[in-house]
């Protein structure tokens, strides 16, 4: 396919995206997955979620190649329609790969580590995700918990998170950058505490149950 293309488009299609490639290489994040001295729970989780996530990206590739290659023949496009038809059936099935991969890495874990997971709740949680990102609408943690997606995520899990493994976290939930306090000097002051403050009035406690 790629030799159809006229040279100038591919070198056009080069300049463009190497940025991009670059980016890629001196990517922080990259590096720390490539890097033998990788914690190997690091390691272990990042598969977990590369291969758990990849299902439902893997899964409509089939279509969205098929449907290039019909469009493709309908433009007059014939050799690189029929090209694109045959490369789509080549991409079924992909999708059913990352799921063994993920049921396997599941397992492993669970035989290995003292935490244990759930290999259909990581197969879960993407597809309702794009669901909701189709629809423009957000998903309360509630309905995560009602379906059994996910796990705590209070201020104990998030600490659990933080020691476990070595990120940064630059954005809140609502996908705004947080707020840089690392110029902020904490300073501890005592309050005095009214003695009365702290008296319950038993009668209301009694009425009240």
Known sequence: MVA???????RRYEAGVNPARKR?????GIATLISPD??????????????????????PVEGWIARAGTRCQEIGLLDLGRALAAHAKAE???H?????DTQTLVAWWNAHRQSSLDAERLLAALPLLIAAARAEVAIPSETFQALGIGGRDDWRALNELLAGVPVTITHGEDGH???????VVLQHIPVEEDDEELLVDADAVTAVA
Not at 24 to 28: E, G, L, V
Not at 96 to 100: D, G, R, S, T, V
């Open 4 to 10: 159809t293309l006229p040279t100038q488009l591919m």
């Open 24 to 28: 890629f290489a001196t990517d922080s």
């Open 38 to 59: 990788i914690d190997p729970v690091v390691s272990q989780l990042f598969f977990l979620q590369f291969c758990s996530l990849g299902v439902a990206l893997t899964e």
């Open 92 to 94: 079924s099935g992909h």
């Open 96 to 100: 059913l790969m990352m799921i063994k």
């Open 177 to 183: 950058p947080l707020p840089d306090t690392s110029d």
